[in-house]
């Protein structure tokens, strides 16, 4: 049974930081690229970041590009989003998923975290 669960999320002041986790288990974790997707209330979930298996590769959308980093590390089967700058709309819940290859089409992730709020006020 394939599980991902996600943490580190909270309440912080536009201007700082956080660092989200995301813990793997029932899948061959190296084989997989991993995503983040985020979803505010009332909008779709949309695609945040992206890792490669190998974490040689990393995409990510523009809106977050120079204040958020994804990472990996594959010996502890996690993933992580490291969030700088944040601003109010970076209020979301964050979701980590699996996908068989680097993208940002959320229908090519086949497993899914339960997700973790972020809030960012100003």
């Known amino acids: 049974q394939v599980q991902l669960v996600e943490s580190g999320g909270g309440l912080v002041q536009a201007g700082g930081s956080l660092r989200l986790s995301c813990a793997a288990s029932?899948?061959?974790?190296?084989?997989?690229?991993m995503g983040w997707f985020r979803q505010a209330p009332g909008k779709e979930r949309e695609f945040v970041a992206a890792?490669?298996?190998?974490?040689?590769?990393?995409s990510y959308t523009d809106s977050v590009k120079g204040r958020f980093t994804i990472s990996r590390d594959n010996a502890k089967n996690t993933v992580y989003l490291q969030m700088d700058s944040l601003k109010p709309e970076d209020t979301a819940v964050y979701y980590c998923?699996?996908?068989?290859?680097?993208?940002?089409?959320?229908?090519?992730?086949?497993?899914w975290g339960q997700g973790t709020q972020v809030t960012v006020s100003s």
């Open positions: 890792i490669r298996w190998s974490g040689s590769s990393t």
């Open positions: 029932g899948l061959i974790f190296s084989s997989y690229a």
């Open positions: 998923a699996a996908s068989e290859r680097l993208t940002y089409m959320r229908s090519q992730y086949k497993y």
